[in-house]
């Protein structure tokens, strides 16, 4: 058995970094790559319910946040200076500390508003 304080985690699947699957990942609409490191430093303690009570939960140290698979699976999109990502691969060299993570923003159809739009060409 090996104690989540001495823990360091090989792989984080992508869909763990969305918002609202970790308890204290996301305090805000986004989150940077320097956040995630942070989180997964082996130094976090979350409260996690339960069974009516709140338990104190060490999360484990990460050796690299699967930031690059959240972002091609199209969990996360990122954002990086002047690169704009989502369900896409990472380029090398894009990922710094300052790269901002968000949910992806929900896809509007534009259908509704092209139809139509061929009728007076």
């Known amino acids: 058995m090996v104690l989540p304080d001495h823990a360091t985690l090989t792989e984080i699947p992508g869909s763990l970094l969305a918002p609202g699957a970790l308890p204290g990942l996301w305090d805000g609409p986004e989150v940077t790559v320097k956040g995630l490191h942070d989180y997964f430093s082996g130094s ?3 409260q ?3 069974n009516g009570y709140e338990e104190p939960l ?3 140290r990460a050796e690299k946040a699967a930031v690059e698979e959240a972002v091609r699976e199209g969990t996360l999109s990122l954002a990086s200076g002047p690169a704009s ?3 896409e691969g990472v380029p090398p060299g894009v990922l710094s500390d300052v790269t901002v993570l968000q949910a992806p923003r929900r896809s509007h ?3 509704p508003y092209l ?3 061929g009728a007076g060409l």
């Open 115 to 117: 139809d139509g739009l």
């Open 85 to 87: 990502l989502l369900a």
């Open 48 to 50: 996690v319910s339960r």
């Open 109 to 111: 159809s534009q259908a």
């Open 44 to 46: 976090r303690t979350v």
């Open 58 to 60: 060490i999360v484990p």
